[in-house]
Each structure stands twice: as C-alpha cells, then as structure tokens.
T-cell receptor, first 114, second 111 residues
Framework: DGGITQSPKYLFRKEGQNVTLSCEQN?????MYWYRQDPGQGLRLIYY???????QKGDIAEGYSVSREKKESFPLTVTSAQKNPTAFYLC?????????????FGEGSRLTVL | GEDVEQSLFLSVREGDSSVINCTYT??????LYWYKQEPGAGLQLLTY?????DMKQDQRLTVLLNKKDKHLSLRIADTQTGDSAIYFC???????????FGTGTRLTVIP
C-alpha cells in the first residue's frame, strides 16, 4: 500500500530536549517537504529536499534540522533552539512538476512541549 | 506580496451549498489546488484546476477561477456533515519548488 508514514503521531517533549520526527515514503518520489501548521496560520515550509543528499531551507528553518540520506526517508529534528515548537508537523512528497504538481501528505505528528 | 488569503471560518446548514473563497497574488501560477483536512489528519487533495481554465466540476465540487482578479472559489453542493473540515487553497508558481498555501477555512456544517 503506497503512502507516507509519519511517526510518532503524538510526541511530548520537555524544554531543552531535541526530538526527531520520522517521515518515510514508498511512493518513489524525489521531493520531500516538512511543513508546520499552527491554528489560523496555514502551512509554513520548514525544509524541503529535491533529491537525496540535498535539502534547502524553507521560510521557518531556524531551530530545525533535516537529513536526506535515503530517498525514502526525510527525518526532521526539532532542536532546543526552536523557541515555540508546539505545533502540528506535516510531511509531504512530490512526484514531479511535469504532471499536476500536487503534494501528497502524511497524517501528521503533533508535538507538545511541556 | 506572497500571501494566499482565505477567510478563517464558514458555517452552513446541511443541504445548503458552501462557497469557500481564496485570493492569490502571483500571476505566474500554473495550477491551483483545493485540499481538505479532517481533524488531526493530513491534507488530502480534493481537486485542482489548471490556470488556463475558468471552471472545473467534479461531482458535488465546482471550482471557479477568475484569473484577472486572482480569485479562486470552491463550491460544495448539498453540503453534508462529513464535509466539516478545514479547506486549504494552494498555488504552484513558475520557478518555485513548493506550493504556497492559504491560511485554511474551517467549514462547519450545522445539522
């Protein structure tokens, strides 16, 4: 069954801790994205990767880090430098801009800082 | 500016039509999209329209595009309680490697 798997679904973190959110896809898509969602603010782009071993900062990259060692995986680390990390995080993939250009989304991970 | 604008809230009665509006700013937009997000879940693509089209209909959904005014709308006919969700419009722009999303409109369907 093709799709995007995000884990964990819910995560609690104490202040000062780093946490890593997992995103795995079996759609064979080259491009992967991380978005942050806050109420009333829509989706804001954190990082994206067009190809393995390459990634670019989005609009709100400060306090986050990523890696893209495999095509299937694009983990996001929320570091202690991120001042307001409580949010809903969405991973997405893209199959290529030559078609309709849609993004495919995972089910999201909700991070709460205690 | 780069903002994609939507109203935050919309309430309709079950069986009525819903119209969700979106304005965008970039004239280079190629595709425009409507996504649906149910509580605690990711976004699912509902429909999309290519920028050289004025209208697209897909069962209960009608998308209207006014390129001159940079205005996009989604009409849901015979709205059901299962349509309650957040609806996002998004645009792709020439030369950009991602989509640009609106703030989302929370649709509440009243039984």
């Amino acid at each position: 069954d093709g799709g995007i798997t995000q884990s964990p679904k819910y995560l609690f973190r104490k202040e000062g801790q780093n946490v890593t959110l997992s995103c795995e896809q079996n759609l064979n898509h080259d491009a992967m994205y991380w978005y942050r969602q806050d109420p009333g603010q829509g989706l804001r782009l954190i990082y994206y990767s067009q190809i393995v071993n390459d990634f670019q900062k989005g609009d709100i990259a400060e306090g986050y880090s990523v890696s893209r060692e495999k095509k299937e995986s694009f983990p996001l680390t929320v570091t202690s430098a991120q001042k307001n990390p409580t949010a809903f995080y969405l991973c997405a993939t893209h199959g290529g801009w030559g078609k309709t250009g849609e993004l495919f989304f995972g089910e999201g991970s909700r991070l709460t800082v205690l | 500016g780069e903002d994609v604008e939507q109203s935050l809230f919309l309430s309709v009665r079950e069986g009525d039509s819903s119209v969700i509006n979106c304005t965008y700013t970039d004239s280079s937009s190629t595709y425009l999209y409507w996504y649906k997000q149910e509580p605690g879940a990711g976004l699912q693509l509902l429909t999309y329209i290519f920028s050289n089209m004025d209208m697209k209909q897909d069962q209960r959904l009608t998308v209207l595009l006014n390129k001159k005014d940079k205005h996009l709308s989604l009409r849901i006919a015979d709205t059901q309680t299962g349509d309650s969700a957040i609806y996002f419009c998004a645009e792709s722009r020439a030369g950009a490697n991602n989509l640009f999303f609106g703030t989302g409109t929370r649709l509440t369907v009243i039984p």
